[in-house]
């Protein structure tokens, strides 16, 4: 066999390991979050829904966020929004031990998403104006506000229950419905 053949075929070689242990080693799956959470690439369903329960157990259990109602407050939009812009400054103020994780735009349009197809979305029955002055600026919400729930990938498979079994599966461990 020629010389340069012999190194081209090592070279793909080396190339297919590295691919081999990049996908297999937890890594991957860093570098694909951090793609989503820049908002380079969408979050699946189930991962919105990972990614949610992540964020959201934080400081507060998930159960008090259930019992969450149009009776109680303002739409998720803004509570998203108060959390990742407000709660989690305050709460690193106060604890500064704790080790809480930002929430990015992208993550918040996500996890928006995923509450109001779990327990409601009560946009409608608020006044527009009230809802963006609540927003404080943040784009990212105010053009998910902007964007009809039919055009809400995540909100509309979750609130109509276009799930995968394996979805189906993991928010009833969750008990989220
Ligand atoms: C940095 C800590 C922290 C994180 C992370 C956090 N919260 Fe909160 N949350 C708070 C605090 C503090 C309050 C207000 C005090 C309370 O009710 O415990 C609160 C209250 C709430 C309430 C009740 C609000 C009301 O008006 O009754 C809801 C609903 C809620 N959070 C939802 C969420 C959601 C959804 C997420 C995920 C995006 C989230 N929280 C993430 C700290 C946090």
């Not at 969408?42 to 159960?63: F, W």
Request: proline letters at 4%; charged letters at 25%; one cysteine or more.
């Amino acid at each position: 066999m020629k010389r340069p053949i012999l190194i081209l075929i090592i070279i793909l070689i080396l190339i297919a390991a590295g691919a081999f242990f990049f996908t297999k080693s937890g890594y991957s799956q860093k570098v694909m979050g951090e793609i989503k959470a820049r908002g380079l690439m969408e979050y699946t369903t189930g991962e919105a829904v990972e990614m949610t329960l992540n964020k959201c157990s934080q400081c507060h259990s998930v159960e008090q966020i259930k019992k969450y109602c149009d009776r109680c407050g303002p739409p998720f939009v803004v509570v998203v929004h108060n959390m990742a812009k407000h709660a989690i400054p305050m709460w690193r103020a106060k604890y500064p031990k704790s080790k809480i994780s930002d929430i990015t735009d992208s993550q918040a349009v996500a996890i928006v998403q995923v509450w109001n197809g779990t327990i409601g979305n009560w946009e409608k029955g608020w006044k527009r104006e009230d809802m963006e002055r609540m927003l404080e600026g943040n784009q990212a919400l105010l053009k998910l506000l902007h964007t009809p729930t039919e055009n809400r990938k995540i909100e509309k498979a979750i609130s109509k229950e276009e799930v995968s079994p394996a979805e189906k599966y993991q928010r009833e461990m969750l008990n989220m419905k």
